[in-house]
Antibody
Framework: EVQVLESGGDLVQPGGSLRLSCAAS????????MSWVRQAPGKGLEWVST????????YYADSVKGRFTISRDNSENTLYLQVNSLRAEDTAVYYC????????????WGQGTLVTVSS | EIVMTQSPATLSVSPGERATLSCRAS??????LAWYQQKPGQAPRLLIY???TRATGIPPRFSGSASGTEFTLTISSLQSEDFALYYC??????????FGQGTKLEIK
């Protein structure tokens, strides 16, 4: 059974940093790209970042480029998102999701971890 | 950026009836379109990919279709558990996914 579990969300002051983690199981982790998608309170879904299965390619939304860094440890089946220089508008539930085989949609999602940026 | 526009924002339908949700892409995305269902406090769940292929475990009352840049999700006979938020997503410009703003399907 595929499982994806995020952690690391917290209340942080503007300008602060966090590292989000996503532990995956039930599939060959290194064979799949993984993504982060966020959802601000009461709002829609926004793609944040994607990393290829090997870790050789990374992609970012313009809204987070230069502030967020995606990484993965395929030996630990874990995806990370380092979030720096946080702003109020980064407040959201951050979901980790597995990409379908090839370059498809997102077929398995975690339950999300809440990041709140406030003084 | 490919913009996805969903309509209507809210759809009120009675249980047992058919619901039709629409999604339009700002440019051609071939069949690289997915639909997701999200219930309050839960993560999105993949329903349809490739515009018309049901994901694993999705009941046959859910179907997707496409015509050019217009995409439709149809739920043939609404069950109580189907009342939720629905999002379309393009992955033609992978992985720069873009989502529609969502359609809330509510009980009439």
């Amino acid at each position: 059974e595929v499982q994806v579990l995020e952690s690391g969300g917290d209340l942080v002051q503007p300008g602060g940093s966090l590292r989000l983690s996503c532990a995956a199981s039930g599939f060959t982790f290194s064979s799949y790209a993984m993504s982060w998608v966020r959802q601000a309170p009461g709002k829609g879904l926004e793609w944040v970042s994607t990393m290829s299965g090997t870790g050789g390619s990374t992609y970012y939304a313009d809204s987070v480029k230069g502030r967020f860094t995606i990484s993965r440890d395929n030996s630990e089946n874990t995806l990370y998102l380092q979030v720096n220089s946080l702003r109020a508008e980064d407040t959201a539930v951050y979901y980790c999701a597995k990409t379908q085989v090839g370059k498809g949609g997102l077929d398995y999602w975690g339950q999300g971890t809440l990041v709140t940026v406030s003084s | 950026e490919i913009v996805m526009t969903q309509s209507p924002a809210t759809l009120s339908v009675s249980p047992g009836e058919r619901a039709t949700l629409s999604c339009r892409a700002s440019q051609s995305i071939s069949s690289n379109l997915a639909w997701y269902q999200q219930k309050p406090g839960q993560a999105p769940r993949l329903l349809i990919y490739g515009a018309s292929t049901r994901a694993t475990g999705i009941p046959p009352r859910f179907s997707g279709s496409a015509s050019g840049t217009e995409f439709t999700l149809t739920i043939s006979s609404l069950q109580s558990e189907d009342f939720a938020l629905y999002y379309c997503q393009q992955y033609n410009n992978w992985p720069m996914y873009t989502f529609g703003q969502g359609t809330k399907l509510e009980i009439k």
